[in-house]
């Protein structure tokens, strides 16, 4: 039987799952040149070409896609494996991947976290900080956290916080020279602030609510960002009108330099949750 060298299988099943010599070099930390090295090689013993390279990206050909879905998960059983065998150990140990926003990762999920891992030290875990909805389980994370109801119905979701509440604020300069909206239609008269959606690509649409009654708008103004701190600093600079999560507000409202608005207009809603799949047993760290 001719031997096989696993490392360039498991070399091939990463740079063809990333589509990337960077990245997949960069989680196996090797170089690039020895990857190309090690993929060419396996190219050559094979007698036929696996992936098909460009200046831009790396994708399977027709037998390295038949090779990847053939071995991919072979590799997924054995790491899963090496992982079960903590469950003998005093304490587990292993690497945690979980997918989420950099709001609740500030303010929910490292406070929760930090007394763990100061227990567990041997638990690792890797956050990927993506406004838009990763495939958890294409992407290989043990978990991601969104809101409740943007949540697929086949996860398991587990609330890790409480209801929220969404804030319209602007700064004390802001409002002296143009009076405060009264009602959710007054935004329309107003500099505001726009959060470009990563998902949909599409410009988030202001939602409110009061004794039942529900109110979107439409807004428009100077300003576009696609991550919530520019959003903030903008709001505090003067420079309009911004509405996201209270939180993000709060301290900047305790200080005097953001004023919040439409406040009856903003109901609680359901927080943050953490969920991962119904068909995967989660590993001992996770």
């Not at 696993?6 to 070399?11: A, C, G, K, P, S």
């Not at 990857?35 to 013993?45: D, F, K, M, P, Y």
């Not at 996201?244 to 330099?257: K, N, W, Y």
């Amino acid at each position: 039987m001719v031997r096989r060298n696993l490392n360039d299988l498991q070399y091939y099943v990463t740079v063809g799952r990333e589509g990337s010599f960077t990245r997949a070099a960069s989680l196996l930390g090797v170089t690039q040149s020895a990857l190309s090295q090690a993929i060419g090689g396996l190219e050559a013993r094979l007698k036929i070409r696996l992936l098909t390279r460009t200046t831009r990206s790396v994708s399977p050909t027709a037998a390295g896609e038949r090779l990847l879905n053939a071995i991919g998960h072979r590799f997924d059983e054995i790491e899963a494996e090496l992982d079960e065998l903590t469950r003998i150990r005093d304490k587990p140990a292993g690497t945690v991947r979980i997918t989420c926003g950099e709001h609740v990762l500030r303010t929910t999920l490292l406070p929760k976290l930090t007394p763990l891992l100061r227990d567990y030290p041997d638990i690792n875990v890797e956050f990927d900080v993506n406004y838009g909805f990763r495939d958890i389980v294409a992407d290989r994370f043990d978990a991601g956290v969104r809101l409740g109801d943007t949540i697929d119905k086949d996860m398991i979701a587990v609330p890790i916080g409480l209801q929220l509440r969404m804030a319209v604020a602007a700064s004390p300069a802001y409002f002296a020279t143009r009076p405060p909206p009264k009602t959710p239609r007054d935004l329309v008269n107003h500099n505001c602030i726009n959060q470009r959606m990563q998902t949909a690509g599409g410009l988030y649409v202001w939602d409110f609510e009061r004794r039942g009654r529900k109110q979107n708008v439409r807004v428009n103004g100077q300003l576009i960002f696609n991550t919530s701190p520019g959003m903030v600093d903008a709001a505090v600079a003067g420079l309009g009108i911004a509405f996201l999560p209270e939180e993000e507000f709060a301290p900047h409202i305790e200080e005097g330099h953001s004023v919040r608005v439409l406040d009856d207009w903003c109901a609680p809603f359901p927080g943050y949750y953490l969920y991962y799949p119904s068909r995967r047993q989660p590993s001992p760290a996770f």
